[in-house]
């Protein structure tokens, strides 16, 4: 920036800084910058900053109360919508979280996806079995679905190691059994959901405790003479600039 520039710049903040105290001190410039003037200037900014404290902590105090039951009111939804969504998923477990996948098959939490020349679809799997053998040059797996139907996927030994089937496999199995673990207890988890959802929709204490608080703050600020006190204090103060100087300070 120019010299130029930084002068404009200044004199436009010292021409705020004037504006600002005439504004805060009418009547004119003796009464806004001599220092004769001063503890009249000091008396009114004391009367200012007194209610402007008061107002300010209240406000604060009211805002705290009142955000507060915001949180609460959150937090209860919140909990019933998380009791809900357990439920729904307990009803309707769907494919579940992904897990591994070989060649055609994807295997999930719940189901195992498979997309072969002769079957297409999701197989359940606390409802499958699986088995696997393996030659010099192909593997080959073996799955039994819910209908008893058997179908064979077969990989060459050149595309995909023996390695990756055998765990992938061992994989399959242990999420069989999860599933079946999962489908035995489900009854059970959706009966404790079902309680936890009715817990969480009767249980508004927070939100009660929350709303009470913001009651009593309520009522105690209304009931709080100091806001009104210096209210008048100020209005005195102003009483005593206009009497010196002719114009009511705002």
């Known amino acids: 920036m120019h010299a130029w520039g930084w002068l404009l710049l200044l004199a436009l903040v010292v021409a705020a800084a004037v504006g600002r105290q005439l504004y805060l001190y009418p009547g004119g410039w003796k009464f806004a910058f001599a220092s004769e003037y001063g503890p009249a200037r000091r008396d009114l900014d004391r009367a200012r900053g007194a209610l402007r404290g008061l107002e300010r902590t209240a406000r604060k105090e009211l805002a705290g109360a009142r955000g507060a039951v915001d949180t609460a009111a959150t937090a209860h939804r919140r909990r ?17 979280g992904y897990r591994d996948e070989l060649g055609a098959l994807s295997l999930y939490e719940h189901v195992l996806v498979v997309s ?68 035995r207890d489900r009854p059970a988890q959706l009966r404790q959901a079902k309680a936890d959802l009715h817990q969480a929709t009767n249980d508004t204490s927070e939100q009660e405790n929350a709303q009470l608080h913001l009651e009593e703050v309520t009522a105690r600020q209304s009931g709080d003479l100091r806001i009104p006190a210096a209210r008048q204090d100020l209005a005195a103060a102003h009483d005593r600039w206009q009497e010196l100087t002719g114009h009511r300070p705002y």
């Not at 019933?80 to 579940?96: F, H, K, N, S, T």
């Not at 696997?132 to 995909?160: C, E, F, K, N, W």
């Open 80 to 96: 019933v919508r998380d009791a809900e969504e357990r439920i729904a998923r307990l009803r309707d477990p769907g494919r579940g």
């Open 116 to 183: 072969t020349d002769d079957f297409s679809g999701d197989l359940p799997l606390h409802e499958i079995a699986v088995r696997s053998d393996h030659t010099r040059t192909a593997g080959h797996l073996y799955l039994v679905g819910p209908d008893g139907r058997q179908h064979l996927v077969t990989y060459a030994t050149a595309d995909i190691a023996e390695e990756h089937v055998r765990k992938f496999v061992v994989d399959v199995h242990n999420a069989i059994a999860a599933a079946k673990s999962f489908q």
